[in-house]
T-cell receptor, first 113, second 113 residues
Framework: EAQVTQNPRYLITVTGKKLTVTCSQN?????MSWYRQDPGLGLRQIYY???????DKGDVPEGYKVSRKEKRNFPLILESPSPNQTSLYFC????????????FGPGTRLTVL | DAKTTQPPSMDCAEGRAANLPCNHS???????VYWYRQIHSQGPQYIIH???NNETNEMASLIITEDRKSSTLILPHATLRDTAVYYC??????????????FGKGTKLSVIP
C-alpha cells in the first residue's frame, strides 16, 4: 500500500532534549516536505527536499533541521526543543512529475514541556 | 501563490450534494486549483485539481469558472464521513517553490444526518 509513515505518532518531551521524528515513503517520490499545524495558524511548511541531498527552508525553519540521505526517508530533527515547538507535525511526499499530488503522513503530535 | 477565499463553515444534509465555493481572483495563467481535505487532525488528503476545464473523479467534481477567478468543489452525495475541513489551494507546476502548499483556513463542512 502506498503510504507515508511517521514515527512516533505522539511524543511528550522536555525542553532541550534532542529528538528526531522520522518520515518514510514507499512511493519513490522525489519531493518530501514537513509542515506544522497550529490552531489559528493552519499548516505551515518547515523544510522541503526536492531530492536526495537537496533540502531547503520553508516558511518556518527556525529550530529545525532535516536531512535527506536516502530517497525514502526525510527525518525532522529538533536539536533543542522549546515549548513553542509544541505542535502537530505532518510529513508529505509527491512525485515531481505531472500533477504532484501530495500524500501526507498521519501526523506526529509533539508536546514540549 | 495566489490567495484564496473560502467561507469558514457550511452545513450539508446527508445524501445531498455539497457545493463548496472558492474565490481565487488573482490566479495566474499557469496556476492550478487544488482541493484537499483534513478529517479531524488526520493528514490532509488530496481530492482533485484542475486548470481550466471541469474535472471529475471518484471523490468529487471541480467546476472552474471561465475567467478562472472562482471554483466550486462538488461532493455529489455527502456522507457523514465527508465532515472535514476543505482547503482550496492554487499553485503552479514549475520550480521548487511550486510544490509548497499554502493552506488557508479552509471551509469546515459539517454533514448532518
Amino acid at each position: 500500500e502506498a503510504q507515508v509513515t511517521q514515527n512516533p505518532r505522539y511524543l511528550i518531551t522536555v525542553t532541550g532534549k534532542k529528538l528526531t521524528v522520522t518520515c518514510s515513503q514507499n512511493m519513490n517520490h522525489e519531493y518530501m516536505s514537513w509542515y506544522r499545524q497550529d490552531p489559528g495558524l493552519g499548516l505551515r511548511q518547515i523544510y522541503y527536499s526536492m531530492n536526495v541531498e537537496v533540502t531547503d527552508k520553508g516558511d518556518v525553519p527556525e529550530g529545525y533541521k532535516v536531512s535527506r540521505k536516502e530517497k525514502r526517508n526525510f527525518p525532522l530533527i529538533l536539536e533543542s526543543p522549546s515549548p513553542n515547538q509544541t505542535s502537530l507535525y505532518f510529513c508529505a511526499s509527491s512525485t515531481t512529475i505531472g500533477s504532484g499530488e501530495q500524500f501526507f503522513g498521519p501526523g506526529t503530535r509533539l508536546t514540549v514541556l | 501563490d495566489a490567495k484564496t477565499t473560502q467561507p469558514p463553515s457550511m452545513d450539508c444534509a446527508e445524501g445531498r450534494a455539497a457545493n463548496l465555493p472558492c474565490n481565487h481572483s488573482t490566479i495566474s495563467g499557469n496556476e492550478y486549483v487544488y482541493w484537499y481535505r483534513q478529517i479531524h487532525s488526520q493528514g490532509p488528503q488530496y481530492i482533485i485539481h484542475g486548470l481550466k476545464n471541469n474535472e471529475t473523479n471518484e471523490m468529487a467534481s471541480l467546476i472552474i469558472t471561465e475567467d478562472r477567478k472562482s471554483s466550486t468543489l462538488i461532493l455529489p452525495h455527502a456522507t457523514l464521513r465527508d465532515t472535514a475541513v476543505y482547503y482550496c489551494i492554487v499553485r503552479g507546476h514549475s520550480g521548487a517553490g511550486s510544490y509548497q502548499l499554502t493552506f488557508g483556513k479552509g471551509t469546515k463542512l459539517s454533514v448532518i444526518p
